[in-house]
């Protein structure tokens, strides 16, 4: 049995405009949405915002109703069998949402144990475990308010796992974040997919899901484009090459033009520096691979570096930059 099976899922909102506030619109959201997520897996679900990330863990979560289809966590229907749902998963949403700032990090733990119905002792007890795990110990006694944002996104995570749910949804738990405290959390993460927990992870960070997520989903204006390994989605677009060069600008300006009249070389980017340096991004299948880096070899340049596809890479391919809008 997957842990989470969702079959056509679709979900409309429906607002009303116009001066009087007579006339509906109707937006669909989700738009036959198909998926299954393995126990003990790592899933992430990547794409812009707006494209239906929340509104699938809402559903998933059962704060939402789906339009139509079905979705299920580990054989249990999210609209029918509610309570059983609830019981299994933790939720985590991204900022700030859901804390309260006038109270410590131990009460806010303690309080949501309470409304689990956790006995008080197994209730200490576990909010103590899980000021360990993300790093809160020192501060456990402190208000919240004081708190960093970082601090506060790994007191949300905790805040989730204190019915030691089955399955963990993760909504865009990184956002805001400063490059340190995001690092932190994918620790985290990791180490609570080592124990086994099914985690579904919502982003739109790219390096992200690449570090983290056993397979990855596509998903734009409410449609799943493909799902995959994250290592198989790159060997997708294998035949696009990266090459980033520095030149001095007297060469580099002139280079530019002479690699985009290159056969093979689909991409020239250049941008001059304050320091008299021009640098290159060089987007060329295997035909135009060699060809440009002779051309660069040719100009004397001050550094020349190669790269691999990334997620990034297939996620432009897939949706184009129209996905990246928000």
């Given at each position: 049995?997957?842990?989470?099976?969702?079959?056509?899922?679709?979900?409309?909102?429906?607002?009303?405009?116009?001066?009087?506030?007579?006339?509906?619109?109707?937006?669909?959201?989700?738009?036959?949405?198909?998926?299954?997520?393995?126990?003990?897996?790592?899933?992430?679900?990547?794409?812009?915002?707006?494209?239906?990330?929340?509104?699938?863990?809402?559903?998933?979560?059962?704060?939402?109703?789906?339009?139509?289809?079905?979705?299920?966590?580990?054989g249990h229907d999210?609209?029918?069998?509610?309570?059983?749902?609830?019981?299994?998963?933790?939720?985590?949403?991204?900022?700030?949402?859901?804390?309260?700032?006038?109270?410590?990090?131990?009460?806010?733990?303690?309080?949501?144990?309470?409304?689990?119905?956790?006995?008080?002792?197994?209730?200490?007890?576990?909010?103590?475990?899980?000021?360990?795990?993300?790093?809160?110990?020192?501060?456990?006694?402190?208000?919240?308010?004081?708190?960093?944002?970082?601090?506060?996104?790994?007191?949300?995570?905790?805040?989730?796992?204190?019915?030691?749910?089955?399955?963990?949804?993760?909504?865009?738990?990184?956002?805001?974040?400063?490059?340190?405290?995001?690092?932190?959390?994918?620790?985290?993460?990791?180490?609570?997919?080592?124990?086994?927990?099914?985690?579904?992870?919502?982003?739109?960070?790219?390096?992200?899901?690449?570090?983290?997520?056993?397979?990855?989903?596509?998903?734009?204006?409410?449609?799943?484009?493909?799902?995959?390994?994250?290592?198989?989605?790159?060997?997708?677009?294998?035949?696009?090459?990266?090459?980033?060069?520095?030149l001095v600008s007297?060469?580099?300006?002139?280079?530019?033009?002479?690699?985009?009249?290159?056969?093979?070389?689909?991409?020239?980017?250049?941008?001059?520096?304050?320091?008299?340096?021009?640098?290159?991004?060089?987007?060329?299948?295997?035909?135009?691979?060699?060809?440009?880096?002779?051309?660069?070899?040719?100009?004397?340049?001050?550094?020349?570096?190669?790269?691999?596809?990334?997620?990034?890479?297939?996620?432009?391919?897939?949706?184009g930059e129209r996905?990246?809008?928000?």
């Amino acid at each position: 049995m997957a842990a989470i099976s969702v079959r056509d899922l679709r979900r409309t909102y429906t607002s009303t405009v116009g001066l009087l506030r007579t006339r509906k619109v109707s937006r669909e959201a989700l738009r036959g949405v198909s998926f299954e997520v393995e126990r003990g897996e790592l899933f992430g679900l990547l794409g812009p915002n707006g494209a239906g990330k929340t509104t699938l863990v809402k559903v998933l979560a059962t704060v939402l109703v789906p339009t139509s289809g079905s979705a299920a966590v580990l054989g249990h229907d999210v609209v029918t069998a509610t309570p059983e749902v609830r019981k299994r998963i933790g939720l985590v949403f991204g900022g700030e949402r859901g804390l309260y700032g006038s109270i410590s990090g131990r009460d806010v733990l303690e309080f949501w144990a309470a409304l689990y119905r956790l006995p008080s002792g197994t209730a200490r007890q576990r909010a103590a475990e899980l000021l360990e795990l993300v790093g809160l110990t020192e501060r456990a006694n402190d208000k919240v308010w004081t708190y960093s944002r970082g601090m506060k996104q790994r007191l949300h995570l905790a805040r989730g796992l204190i019915a030691n749910p089955e399955v963990l949804l993760l909504d865009e738990p990184t956002i805001g974040l400063d490059p340190v405290a995001a690092r932190e959390m994918r620790q985290i993460i990791r180490q609570l997919k080592e124990r086994g927990t099914t985690i579904f992870l919502t982003t739109h960070y790219m390096a992200e899901a690449e570090a983290l997520c056993d397979r990855v989903a596509f998903i734009n204006d409410g449609l799943i484009s493909l799902v995959e390994r994250p290592r198989v989605l790159t060997r997708l677009v294998s035949e696009l090459r990266h090459i980033d060069a520095e030149l001095v600008s007297t060469t580099g300006n002139d280079l530019a033009e002479r690699l985009r009249g290159l056969g093979g070389v689909q991409d020239v980017v250049s941008t001059a520096g304050a320091d008299g340096v021009v640098s290159l991004a060089i987007k060329t299948d295997e035909s135009g691979y060699g060809p440009a880096l002779a051309l660069l070899a040719a100009a004397q340049p001050i550094s020349v570096t190669t790269r691999e596809p990334t997620l990034e890479d297939v996620y432009l391919r897939l949706l184009g930059e129209r996905g990246m809008r928000v």
